[in-house]
């Protein structure tokens, strides 16, 4: 056994053993280094560390886990708002819910927060990568052999739709909601733009500040759609508004964590493994579908989605509203309903 190795199972037992005595609160953060983390084009992430969040009881079966990916620019403490009792999207009173970090978010290994590989010097990942890194985290951490079900919004339904094909007995559910199985020319339009704007700025030597301003103006206006900003900011309102996606961005932006979730979404495709056959891909799936799509959608088109629905029999269900890709949240009721229904049956 190599030193590199011996550590890490130091380090994985040292962090089973305090999981099962230390009693910590759930919806507490907590971060496990997995190792040396080799990604899929061949680089390292050095001593990778993944964070995640658990809510409810793991039954005596280890039947009833639920994972929940973070989205693009979020993390595992905005999917913790979506969980709790019977009236929230994932009921932990009946599920084990492990909300998980991506990579790149700022708590799990990023650009902005790593210590040997800071900046540029930190490799590219994919959204293969994000899944990779949280099955090991879940398998050779916390010990578990199933889940039982996946659930992810937009960033986080890319990674639904990769765990799917990518581990395909691993969970019996999987709700991939305005995520895609690989993005369409609009969508890269959409993650260009936000790219240009980083890289330009950089290279003019812009303060982040300046580069982060750009981007909320990029994202807020393609994230709902026209009618809505019409119908809910007047132009005399709209002041207040701008200032309030500026003072929401400054909360969480981080230039090379954003940029580097933006490469790893702009190279997803879930049907590379299988040669870019699509037909395959789906083949591959064991578990059952729920596929839900905006069909107002301007950041992650719905065609890809609603396509991979169609090719694995699964069920679909549209929202079309003018919320655009929030177009869930704003029917939050139903929505609910829907993902209780498919879960509890």
């Keep these: 056994m190599t030193c590199s190795i011996l550590r890490r199972t130091v380090r994985v037992f040292v962090m089973v053993i305090f999981l099962s005595v230390s ?8 971060v496990a280094d997995i190792g040396d983390f080799e990604l899929e084009n061949g680089n390292v992430i050095t001593d990778c560390q993944v964070g995640y969040r658990t809510f409810g009881k793991l039954n005596f079966w280890k039947s009833n886990v639920v994972i929940f990916p973070s989205w693009f620019g979020g993390t595992s403490a905005g999917t913790a708002n979506l969980v ?7 009921d932990s009173t009946k599920y084990y819910v492990i909300c998980l970090d991506a990579l790149g978010d700022g708590i799990s290994s990023s650009p902005e927060n790593s210590v040997t590989q800071p900046g540029e010097k930190f490799p590219r990942f994919t959204i293969r990568d994000m899944v990779k890194s949280q099955y090991q985290l879940l398998t050779e951490v916390l010990g578990l052999k199933k889940a039982y079900a996946v659930i992810g919004g937009s960033m986080g339904g890319m990674q639904a739709f ?15 909601y305005v995520g895609s199985t690989r993005l369409t020319s609009n969508d890269l ?3 260009e733009a936000e790219l240009s704007a980083i890289r330009n700025g950089k290279a ?21 759609t026209p009618a809505y900003r019409v ?5 005399e309102a709209f002041p207040d508004y701008l200032a309030g996606v500026d003072d929401g961005f400054e909360r969480f932006f981080r230039t ?11 190279s997803h495709d879930i049907s590379k493994p299988y040669g870019g056959g699509m037909q395959k891909a ?12 905006s069909q107002q959608d301007h950041i992650v088109n719905p065609t890809p989605a609603m396509e991979f629905a169609r090719l694995t029999n699964a069920e679909l269900v549209v929202f079309d509203n003018d919320c655009g890709h929030l177009a869930p949240g704003c029917e939050m009721a139903r929505f609910i309903e829907i993902v209780h229904q498919f879960l509890d049956d």
Excluded: H
Aim: glycine share 8%; hydrophobic share 50%; aromatic share 8%.
């Design 204 to 224: 003019c030597g812009m303060p982040e500040a300046g580069i982060r301003e750009i981007v909320a103006r990029i994202q807020s206006m393609v994230v709902q």
């Design 231 to 235: 119908r809910n900011t007047t132009p």
């Design 282 to 293: 789906a083949d591959a799936v064991r578990a059952d579908l729920l596929v839900i799509v």
């Design 23 to 30: 009693g910590l609160m759930a919806g507490s953060l907590r």
């Design 256 to 266: 090379n964590d954003w940029k580097a979730q933006l490469y790893a979404m702009q």
């Design 189 to 191: 339009l959409f993650i």
């Design 84 to 90: 709790g009792g019977p009236d929230n999207l994932i």
């Design 162 to 176: 990769e765990w799917a094909a990518s581990y395909p007995d691993f969970m019996k559910k999987v709700i991939p």
